[in-house]
């Protein structure tokens, strides 16, 4: 569509045809039953070292899985500033605002604010299945749930394969490589920061 060349290691697949539609709902629902979603490394904020958080995940019409590759690190960088790899960053992913402050300031104050705080800051499980017609906002997480053990494992074995095909380094090696790229950046540093 842009008039471009595609590139040889170009895996996804054109939207051109859906865009270009005049159907409604599901456009060549039989092709595309699902969408694969992959994160790595946007803001080093580990304790430990530079790396940042490998997932893949698949989103089907009705359920999302998800794939933590790193569950012993932060999803949205170290809320320990004090130890973060660089310094003061806090909880580097998200940005620092009013709402990220209230969410650490307020996480004690009662069990539903320390929920929501896990929520959006805790650290993760290897695998997540979200059923989203029934919870379309995703907070109930059913991968430990015996009633989606079929589902979850359908999900699991189809994002497998499709790393596979796609020759995805956290399945067929080298994803240790992503964190070892050099991060000349910094992040969200916590209030108490004070420049030098």
């Known amino acids: 569509m842009a008039g471009v060349e595609i590139p040889s290691e170009m895996t996804g697949k054109s939207l051109s045809k859906l865009m270009r539609s005049s159907e409604e709902g599901f456009v060549d629902q039989k092709k595309r039953s699902y969408v694969l979603h992959s994160k790595e490394r946007h803001l080093p904020g580990q304790e430990e070292g530079m790396g940042g958080y490998p997932v893949r995940a698949i989103r089907t019409h009705d359920y999302l899985y998800i794939r933590n590759f790193k569950e012993e690190r932060w999803p949205s ?19 620092n605002g009013p709402t990220k402050s209230y969410m650490v300031d307020m996480r004690l104050k009662d069990e539903q604010h320390q929920k ?38 359908r999900l699991s074995e189809k994002l497998l394969s499709q790393l596979l095909i796609t020759a995805d380094p956290r399945v067929v090696g080298g994803g240790e490589k992503f964190d070892e790229f050099p991060y000349l950046g910094h992040g969200p540093r916590h209030p108490s920061y004070k420049p030098e």
């Open 77 to 95: 960088g170290t809320p320990n500033y004090k130890e973060a790899t660089i310094p003061y960053c806090w909880l580097g992913d998200c940005d």
């Open 116 to 153: 929501l705080y896990e929520l959006a800051f805790g650290k993760r499980p290897a695998e997540e299945l979200y059923d989203c017609r029934k919870d379309p906002v995703q907070l109930v997480n059913l991968a430990a749930d015996p009633a989606y053990t079929e589902i979850k494992n």
